[in-house]
């Protein structure tokens, strides 16, 4: 298994939809994780922070579930501008700063 | 203000030439970081670098070095540029120090577009 796998897609969907992206580790002493998103051409940003089952922040929902070494991320209501590159990020061990990205998932939300 | 900034922006250059990409950072953070993303998009780390500490990811070819002046400044120097170079490298910084046990919001620049001809 890849250090951090992801679905590259794309995922097409129209606005309002409900779309849910997974993302496998293969380091099970992974504590923390992270989703960013890259717009087309540019740097990364922080989205959310996973730290233990799950964590939500308005439509974003990510959740962890470390049995089968994945997390998701659930987009409700999809909007135009949610069109990007969603990057699962898993630290290294002992060096929590040091950042492992998956190839990412990319979606595309049509009018 | 641009929180993290690099130059230049876009960089073609010739195969065997030696060249450098500018990194600065106005938050105050410890620690830069210079990230490799490649056609197919995937970013890989290369280099964290604090005053203290300069971890190397293992895979970087040795003619990649980084340079820090100061703790606001972290350039990329790279020598006998190659085809494969050709990518998009993007500078980061965050607050904490590479080895902890959490891990601080890192602050991407806008990328420096490399070609190698």
């Known amino acids: 298994r890849k250090e951090v796998e992801q679905d590259p897609g794309p995922f097409n969907v129209p606005e309002g939809a409900t779309v849910a992206f997974n993302c496998t580790y293969s380091n099970s002493a992974s504590q923390s994780f992270f989703w960013y998103r890259q717009d087309c051409r540019k740097e990364p940003k922080l989205l959310m922070s996973v730290y233990s089952s799950g964590n939500e922040d308005g439509r974003f929902t990510a959740q962890l579930n470390r049995a089968s070494q994945y997390i998701s991320l659930l987009i409700r209501d999809s909007k135009l501008s949610d069109s990007a590159t969603y990057l699962c990020?898993?630290?290294?061990?002992?060096?929590?700063?040091?950042?492992?990205f998956g190839g990412g998932t990319r979606l595309m939300v049509k009018p | 203000d641009t929180a993290v900034s690099q130059t230049p922006k876009y960089l073609v250059t010739q195969m065997g030439n030696d060249k450098s990409i500018k990194c600065e950072q106005n938050l105050g953070h410890d620690t830069m970081y210079w990230y490799k993303q490649d056609s197919k998009k995937f970013l890989k780390i290369m280099f964290s670098y604090n005053n203290k500490e300069l971890i190397i990811n293992e895979t970087v070819p040795n003619r990649f070095s980084p340079k820090s002046p100061d703790k606001a400044h972290l350039n990329l120097h790279i020598n006998s540029l190659e085809l494969g170079d050709s990518a998009v490298y993007f500078c980061a910084s965050s607050q904490g120090w590479p080895r902890t046990s959490r891990t601080d919001t890192q602050y991407f620049g806008p990328g420096t577009r490399l070609t190698v001809l």
């Open positions: 990020v898993v630290p290294w061990k002992h060096a929590g700063n040091m950042l492992t």
